[in-house]
Structures are given as C-alpha cells and as structure tokens.
C-alpha cells in the first residue's frame, strides 16, 4: 500500500450541511483513507508501544441528527473497542489534521494517568515538545498549547480527572489543512510516527 496523503476534499466533506449527506462523504472520501493508515501506522505503534495495537475507525453510529464535525482512526491495544482504554489518534476537523493520544471520559484509567502524571510532571514537561497542545475535550477543537501550561494547571486538570467523570486529557500535534506536507503520504507516515513515539511516554503511565 502507498497512501496517497490528504486532500482539500477530505477537509471540506466535514463542512458538507446535514447528518446524511455529511456521513454519505465521510464514508465515501475520507473513511477509506483512515482504514489504511490504520493499517500501516499499527505494525510501529505496537512496536513502540510494547503490545499489539489494533485500528479502529470512527463510525458515529450514535448520531441521529447532528453531523460530526471530525472524524479520525484510532488504535488500542484492544480488537474490539478503543474508547474505554488509553489510545493514539489520527483524524480530521474542517480545519486540520491532529495526532494525538487520548484518555477520553470512558476510560477506567483515568485516576492511574493522572497519579502517574503528576509523580513524573518534571519528565512530562520536557518529554512533549513545546509546539504540542493538550485539550481536555474530544468533541472541540480548542488546545493549550504545552509551553502554556504551569504546574497549578496541571493539578488543577488532574484533580478533575480523577473527580469528573467527564473529563478527559488528549495531548497531540495539529497540521493545518493548507500545510503541503498533507499531500504527501509518506512524509505525513513519517510525522505520525514520530508524533506518536514522542507520545508514548503518555501512554506508558497510563496503566
């Protein structure tokens, strides 16, 4: 396989009006594109990370009237499910592509992450580069970018998500629509490997 990267077509299906026609090109224009990256970023994911790391692509099979505004493939050391475990993202908004890892709300492993985080926030701060973003929301494009972040943040954001069963914490790296590295499916396999290994410290204190 040789991923053909991403086009402005791809980013404007998410801006298509209405649940039908929008799902209709998800599946018909990006949806074949992130089944294989799955495909070919899983073999050095589960390499960096230890284990095997298995595809899953986003289906918004919960949605009955709201289009989704992104959509993405993830990978988890689960075959059948991704949501409830520490997991990598790749995926698109209108507006950019992201790499991310992500403990979203349903996870039971939020507690252990944010113990973990704080016992090594000093190898935390300088693992992930400066130009990194973190978010404690999946479903919104707004980040703090990782230079922004101070100590009483981090406590603060812990603290809620040992506590609020919403919460989340996601940490990743955003590439502009109009950035030409898109384009090019090697060059974009590359960053995503070196996104997700500068990653992995995250998900090694995850459990």
Not at 41 to 68: D, I, Q, Y
């Amino acid at each position: 396989m040789t991923f053909q990267g991403f086009s402005q077509q791809d980013f404007k299906a998410l801006t298509i009006d209405g649940l039908e026609p929008r799902m209709e090109a998800i599946i018909g224009i990006i949806r074949p594109k992130l089944t294989e990256l799955g495909e070919l970023l899983a073999p050095s994911l589960s390499a960096l990370c230890g284990e095997p790391m298995f595809p899953h692509v986003a289906k918004h099979a919960r949605r009955t009237v709201n289009p989704p505004n992104d959509t993405w493939v993830a990978w988890a050391n689960n075959r059948r499910g991704y949501k409830a475990h520490p997991h990598f993202q790749l995926g698109l908004w209108s507006t950019h592509l992201f790499l991310q890892f992500a403990i979203i709300y349903e996870s039971t492993n939020k507690a252990v992450f944010a113990d973990k985080l704080l016992d090594n926030l000093a190898e935390v701060k300088q693992a992930i580069p400066d130009h990194f973003y973190w978010s404690d929301d999946h479903t919104r494009p707004e980040t703090v970018p990782h230079r922004d972040m101070n100590e009483e943040d981090w406590i603060q954001w812990m603290d809620k998500l040992k506590k609020v069963k919403k919460a989340e914490v996601l940490c990743g790296l955003r590439i502009e629509r109009n950035d030409p590295l898109l384009k090019n499916g090697k060059k974009l396999i590359g960053l995503a490997e070196q996104t997700f290994e500068t990653l992995v410290p995250l998900y090694r204190i995850a459990f």
